[in-house]
């Protein structure tokens, strides 16, 4: 294969598909993911609205990919405590599977895809060498969006990777009949989780939980009969759905420490730049988002108009007014949402002045781009 590229992308999830399908318009792109199309991927599987109308521009039309547009929340914390309210831009159902592929396909038509796994990237004389397991590779721009957390960080020793993570995440998609346009949020002991329909009809239930709170329980199952059935609503879902797959898709050591969006010269895109708490719902748009950051303010300096310093200090810049103000309220909410007395009175205050809900949602998310 051909070892010398403008750009080699380390990821092929959200972020790093987006960069791969804007930057092969003008540049020699080479994406790597070790995993092939389609696949599962954990989340929750709502995506806002405030993407859809740049993902029509790549030439992906969601209102054709699915029907299920996610327009209202139901919060609970038990069967008595729970508030409605909807959602200020609304979204879209729609698993990964599907969504990954379709932005996949479009990556393909002009970027190189490697299936492989890159293991190290350093830069020297002005260009980076990047090794995979099976290449040595070399490109002008190296962009990481490796997702939550990689060996790439460990290797590169990046500040988060020291901190601990004690969160985990589950996900399974079942057959259930709920309302089409609804997403809930389930709150439960040291955790929550999130239920909505996908394209195919299908409910995903994707949750969140402290490992300190999971660690006392034998396996997934016993999870969700002890702790997550204590809310009245997770208990009749798990007595009516019938599970689609075998077995959940599980995750750990997720972690929400800050990270910074360049590093080592490489740009940072998505998760792998900061990882927002997932009840906030707006991941995905951020990952879509900030390639489409790294493609305005890095073109530039392929094009020769500025220098490489100055592009990536632009996408520090942009990267941090864009997204760190949902990022410090997405801390608060789940800070608010983990302890029990908090949730009660937020709840309270919630049912007297119901309009707040939306304003916390609006504040966690951005205006469609
Ligand atoms: C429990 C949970 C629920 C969530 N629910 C939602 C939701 O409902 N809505 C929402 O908007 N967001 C949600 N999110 C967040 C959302 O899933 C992420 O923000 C989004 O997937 C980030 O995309 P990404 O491109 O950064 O990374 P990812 O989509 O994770 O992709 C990373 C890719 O990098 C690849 N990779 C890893 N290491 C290497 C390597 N060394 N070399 C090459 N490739 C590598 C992986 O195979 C993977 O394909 C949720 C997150 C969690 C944890």
Redesign the pocket.
């Known amino acids: 294969m051909e070892k010398q590229y403008d750009i080699i992308i ?7 598909l987006t960069a791969a399908i804007l930057f092969s318009r003008k540049n020699k792109v080479l994406l ?4 092939t199309y389609p696949r599962h ?8 609205n405030e993407v859809t109308g740049f993902l029509k521009e790549l030439g992906i039309d969601l209102d054709l990919e699915t029907t299920m547009n996610l327009e209202s929340l139901k919060f609970t914390a038990s069967r008595d405590k729970q508030i409605k309210c909807e959602l200020p831009q609304g979204g879209k159902g729609i698993s990964r599977y599907h969504l990954d592929h379709l932005l996949y396909q479009k990556a393909i038509e002009k970027a190189t895809f490697l299936q492989d ?2 293991i190290d990237a350093n830069f020297k004389d002005d260009s980076f060498e990047v090794k995979t397991i099976t290449q040595e590779l070399s490109c002008r721009l190296f962009l990481m ?4 957390r ?3 960080d460990k290797k590169l020793d990046r500040n988060f990777i020291q901190q601990k993570s004690p969160w985990l ?1 589950v996900k399974m998609h079942y057959k259930f009949d709920m309302e089409t346009n609804l997403v809930e949020l389930h709150n439960f002991d040291g955790g929550y989780a ?1 239920v909505s329909k996908v394209e195919d009809g299908h409910v995903n239930l ?1 949750y ?1 939980a402290s490992y300190e709170s999971f660690k006392r329980h034998k396996n997934v199952d016993d999870f969700n009969k002890e702790i997550l059935s204590k809310n009245e609503f997770l208990k009749a879902f798990f007595k009516q759905a019938t599970p689609v797959w075998d077995q959940p898709i599980t995750i750990s050591q ?1 972690s929400f420490e800050k990270k910074d969006p360049v590093e080592n010269n490489i740009i940072m ?4 730049a900061g ?1 927002i708490h ?1 009840l906030c ?7 879509i988002h900030s390639a489409k950051i790294a493609y305005e303010e890095l073109q530039p300096f392929l094009e020769g108009h500025i220098s490489r310093e100055q592009a990536l200090e632009k996408y520090a810049i942009t990267w941090d007014k864009t997204f760190q103000k949902r990022l410090k309220m997405g801390r608060l909410l789940q800070g608010i949402l983990l302890n029990r007395t908090y949730t009660k009175l937020g709840l309270w205050f919630l049912r007297r002045f119901p309009f707040l809900l939306s304003t916390i949602i609006k504040s966690t998310h951005g205006k469609p781009i």
């Open positions: 380390a990821g092929g999830g959200l972020s790093g790597i993911d070790p995993d991927k954990m989340c929750g599987e709502y995506l806002s796994k890159v969006a490796t997702g939550k990689s060996l790439l995440a999130g994707c969140l997720i895109m998505g998760d792998t990882l997932p719902g707006n991941g995905m748009a951020m990952a």
